[in-house]
C-alpha cells in the first residue's frame, strides 16, 4: 500500500534560486540515493536540503511504519520565505538597498508501508466495529450523587 510522509524546512536563511538548482537535481530520485548525491555536491544548500531528506525519512519509518528501500522523493518545492531588508552606504551619501532572502522546503516522500503496521490497523478497525464499544458502555458506572455534608455553626452571643 502506497502512502505518503512530509517534511519542511521553513525559514531557511538561503536563497531559494540556489536550493531548486539541487532540488532539481533530487526530484523524483530514490531517497538513499538523493542522500549519496547530495553528500558529494559542493553546494552549500546541500547540507540543509540532506539533513531535510533525512529528516523525512525518519518521520516515514518511525510516523508510518514504511519500508526505507521503497522511499521515493515525490514531490519537492522550494517556495520564498519573508525577505530581511538591510542597507548598504553608497556614493553621495545614498543607501542601496540589499535583500537577504529565505526559503522554505516542502519535501513529500512516497513509498511502501509495512505489512505488520497494515495488519494491526486492520484489526483495530474490526474491534471497533465490534464488542468493545458495548464493553465500555456496560463498564461504566453511574454517577454518583453528591451530597453537602456542611455543618453550621451556632450563633453564640
Same mark, same amino acid.
Request: charged content about 30%; cysteine-free.
Given at each position: 500500500?502506497?502512502? &505518503? ?7 531557511? +536563511?538561503? *536563497?531559494? !534560486? ?8 533530487? !526530484? ?8 549519496? &548525491? ?6 552549500? #544548500? $546541500? ?7 533525512? *529528516?523525512?525519512? @525518519? ?7 514504511? =519500508? ?6 515525490? &514531490? $519537492?518545492?522550494?517556495?520564498?520565505? *519573508?525577505?530581511?531588508?538591510?542597507? &548598504? ?6 543607501? %542601496?538597498?540589499? +535583500? ?5 522546503? /516542502? ?5 511502501? @508501508? %509495512?505489512?505488520?503496521? #497494515? ?5 483495530? $478497525?474490526?474491534? @471497533? ?16 450523587? +453528591?451530597? !453537602?455534608? /456542611?455543618?453550621? =455553626? $451556632?450563633?453564640?452571643?
Amino acid at each position: 500500500m502506497k502512502m &505518503q510522509t512530509t517534511a519542511k524546512l521553513r525559514h531557511l +536563511r538561503m *536563497s531559494p !534560486r540556489k536550493i531548486r538548482l539541487l532540488v532539481d537535481l533530487v !526530484r523524483g530520485m530514490n531517497a538513499q540515493d538523493a542522500i549519496t &548525491q547530495l553528500s558529494h555536491s559542493q553546494k552549500i #544548500a $546541500a547540507r540543509p536540503l540532506r539533513k531535510l531528506i533525512a *529528516s523525512a525519512i @525518519a518521520n516515514a519509518l518511525h510516523n508510518h511504519n514504511m =519500508k526505507e528501500e521503497t522511499l521515493v522523493i515525490k &514531490q $519537492a518545492m522550494v517556495d520564498s520565505g *519573508s525577505i530581511l531588508y538591510r542597507w &548598504q552606504p553608497r556614493a553621495f551619501g545614498r543607501a %542601496a538597498p540589499i +535583500r537577504k532572502r529565505t526559503s522554505h522546503i /516542502t519535501l513529500v516522500l512516497e513509498g511502501d @508501508a %509495512a505489512e505488520a503496521k #497494515a495488519k494491526k490497523e486492520e484489526t483495530l $478497525a474490526e474491534k @471497533a466495529d465490534g464488542s468493545t464499544a458495548e464493553t465500555k458502555i456496560e463498564k461504566k458506572a453511574e454517577p454518583k450523587k +453528591r451530597t !453537602r455534608t /456542611t455543618k453550621k =455553626k $451556632a450563633i453564640t452571643s
